[in-house]
């Protein structure tokens, strides 16, 4: 488990990071999400021991991270620029990871570059963008560390390889101790990946969330009633997030079980109503225009 405490890191006049505390549980998938500049990548550079917080604590599994070697052995970190020696190989790099990382695979790691279509023996400068977050990917797999930080993994990946880098954290979350943790800024990425998300925003969280009790908790639903007083009646009864009409027909989104919503809704003899499926793009919308932000600003 990864515990920040009311971390702060400023560089200069920038405060790229302003009194963050997570909670990332073991063998969960946490999304991160912000905009460029929220501090999501500094996040991840504390987290990982790269950077030291100015105030606040991290510690990984009740160890402290930064200058740690300890900790450091149980995280793989994929920065949104990869970072490789001059001229180096993906068989260079390997023996490089080998020297940090006691359970690194290496046998797995080259079948996986062969399957991939990665030349072990081409010099990784001469890949485009998206081999190279391929090719670390595979190598963030393969060190079998406990913990793999991602920034932007997504980014600069086809619609093919981002499903099979999908599939791929989903086997490893089923063979072993694994927690991947993922920056991103585009909450579509992450939506069928994350079981719980974070939102930053000028180096805060603006907001924490199981994202299966998000969809469990708060619902979208278009109805029509018979009458303006039952219509009255059971926007009364409902814990309303928002509430929009068209014509006759309402789109209502709010909070609770569905069962209890859906209870309360029909003891006004609706003539029609239907349950949405919510997106975490619409989840998020509408937690967030609730605490007063507009998301839509913040991430899109």
């Known amino acids: 488990m990864i515990v920040a405490n009311h971390l702060y890191k400023r560089f200069g006049e920038v405060e790229a990071v302003k009194d963050v505390s997570v909670t990332i549980k073991k063998g969960e998938v946490f999304g991160l999400i912000g905009t460029n500049g929220a501090g999501k990548s500094t996040f991840l550079r504390m987290a990982c021991g790269v950077l030291k917080p100015d105030k606040g604590e991290i510690v990984l599994d009740d160890m402290p991270v930064f200058e740690n070697p300890k900790a450091k052995q149980e995280i793989f970190y994929i920065s949104d620029e990869q970072f490789y020696m001059a001229n180096s190989t993906p068989v260079d790099m390997i023996r490089f990871y080998q ?101 930053l925003h000028k180096g805060g969280v603006l907001m924490q969330r199981d994202l299966e ?18 219509e009255k009646a059971a926007l009364a009864a409902l814990e309303v997030v928002k509430a929009e009409k068209r014509g006759k027909l309402n789109l209502i989104t709010v909070r609770g079980k569905r069962e209890d919503v859906m209870l309360l809704l029909n003891a006004q003899n609706p003539i029609f109503a239907e349950v949405l499926p919510l997106s975490l793009e619409e989840i998020f919308i509408s937690e967030t225009e609730v605490v007063g932000y507009d998301i839509k600003k913040l991430i899109f």
């Open 99 to 199: 020297n940090y990382y006691p359970h690194f695979d290496d046998k797995r790691c080259l079948e996986m570059l062969e399957k991939f279509g990665l030349d072990k023996k081409r010099k990784i400068n001469t890949f485009s963008k998206g081999m190279k977050k391929q090719m670390f990917v595979l190598m963030g797999v393969c060190a079998n560390t406990k913990y793999l930080f991602c920034d932007e993994t997504f980014d600069g990946l086809d619609p093919v390889m981002r499903q099979t880098v999908k599939s791929i954290f989903a086997g490893e979350l089923t063979a072993r101790d694994f927690t991947p943790v993922v920056a991103s800024h585009n909450l579509r990425e992450l939506e069928d990946i994350c079981d719980h998300v974070g939102l």
């Open 213 to 230: 009790d998000m969809k469990l908790n708060i619902h979208t639903i278009q109805c029509v009633f018979p009458d303006e007083e039952s």
